[in-house]
């Protein structure tokens, strides 16, 4: 059984900074891609950003240079520095974890950008 918890969502200023967080627990293969998708309203799911545990990163065009993914593999856990937001990054940002052709997620953690 493979959990994933997210932390750090909340409410942040255009412009500001806010941290995610997200640690997996469970029988995790430690070959694995963990990452961020965001939904926003009316919206579909979508990719932010994802790392491997190789250090492979990739992000959505839109974040990049604004937003960081970072991980711990010794602590199964991912991080997604969010800085400079805009009003449009705001939905609820989900863990993933993709590991032997399987996707896990998290619950969610809404952020809204707002001034």
């Known amino acids: 059984q493979v959990q994933l918890v997210e932390s750090g969502g909340g409410l942040v200023q255009p412009g500001g900074s806010l941290r995610l967080s997200c640690v997996a627990s469970?029988?995790?293969?430690?070959?694995?891609?963990m990452g961020w998708y965001r939904q926003a309203p009316g919206k579909q799911r979508e990719l932010v950003a994802a790392?491997?545990?190789?250090?492979?990163?990739n992000y959505a065009d839109s974040v990049k240079g604004r937003f960081t993914i970072s991980r711990d593999n010794a602590k199964n856990t991912v991080y997604l520095q969010m800085n400079s937001p805009k009003h449009e990054d705001t939905g609820v940002y989900y863990c993933?974890?993709?590991?032997?052709?399987?996707?896990?997620w998290g619950q969610g953690t809404q952020v809204t950008v707002s001034s």
């Open positions: 993933n974890l993709y590991v032997l052709n399987r996707n896990f």
């Open positions: 469970g029988n995790i293969f430690r070959l694995n891609t």
């Open positions: 790392m491997s545990s190789g250090g492979s990163s």
